[in-house]
């Protein structure tokens, strides 16, 4: 089973700041790599697939890049609805495991 | 528009058994991999096993396996979960989850919180 593990755990920023959080992949995943946003109560929401596309209706400040085992999500400036937790999650074999997520929270 | 419907909370003994739904709505239901997700309280996601209706191909996380079961009936556009024993450890948050075209889970449900407590 491939294991992700997301850095930072906990990431503190305010809005207009830039983040970046990364995600790394036990062995080679290609760029099979997925990105979901959850909020409090909600279920999570798809923001970029295959590493670097972004979902339908995901703004532009939202960006993924990387391949094979080292990927990252940058979200270029922070609006208030941005913080939440963030769970990488690969799909080059079954089962597609999930990182542990970042929390991004406000400073 | 992509629906998937689930059930509401439910408070159960342990050794109880459960079967949960999520019914799809707005999309061809035998043509993608549904699934459930769990999300035990303040941690992370889980894959526990996903099912295509068109054959029933089931898959299940090595986790899982052995666990739980899921099921779908295409005829009515519901997938299940089930256990035949439930354990306190059970208790969690549970998504139905759908994947779309790009192979990620692009639909989900409200989720079913499952407590069990004796």
């Known amino acids: 089973e491939i294991v992700l593990t997301q850095s930072p755990a906990t990431l503190s920023l305010s809005p207009g700041e830039r983040a970046t959080l990364s995600c790394r992949a036990s062995?080679?995943?290609?760029?099979?790599l997925g990105w979901y946003q959850q909020k409090p109560g909600q279920a999570p929401r798809l923001l970029i697939y295959d590493a670097s596309y972004r979902a339908t209706g995901i703004p532009a400040r939202f960006s993924g890049s990387g391949s094979g085992t080292d990927f990252t999500l940058t979200i270029s400036s922070l609006e208030p609805e941005d913080f939440a937790v963030y769970y990488c999650?690969?799909?080059?074999?079954?089962?597609?495991?999930f990182g542990q997520g970042t929390r991004l929270e406000i400073k | 528009e992509v629906q998937l419907e689930q059930s509401g909370a439910e408070v159960k003994k342990p050794g109880e058994s459960l079967k949960i739904p999520c019914k799809g709505s707005g999309y061809r239901f035998t043509s993608h991999w549904i699934g459930w997700v769990r999300q035990m309280p303040g941690k992370g996601l889980e894959w526990m096993g996903i099912?295509?209706?068109?054959?029933?191909?089931?898959r299940y996380s090595p986790s899982f396996q052995g666990q739980v079961t899921i099921s779908a009936d295409k005829s009515i556009t519901t997938a299940y979960l089930q256990w035949s024993s439930l354990k306190a450890s059970d208790t969690a948050m549970y998504y139905c989850?759908?994947?779309?075209?790009?192979?990620?889970?692009?639909?989900w449900g409200q989720g079913t919180l499952v407590t069990v407590s004796s």
């Open positions: 062995q080679s995943v290609s760029a099979y």
């Open positions: 999650q690969q799909r080059s074999n079954w089962p597609g495991t």
């Open positions: 989850a759908v994947h779309d075209s790009s192979g990620y889970v692009a639909y």
């Open positions: 099912i295509f209706p068109g054959d029933s191909d089931t």
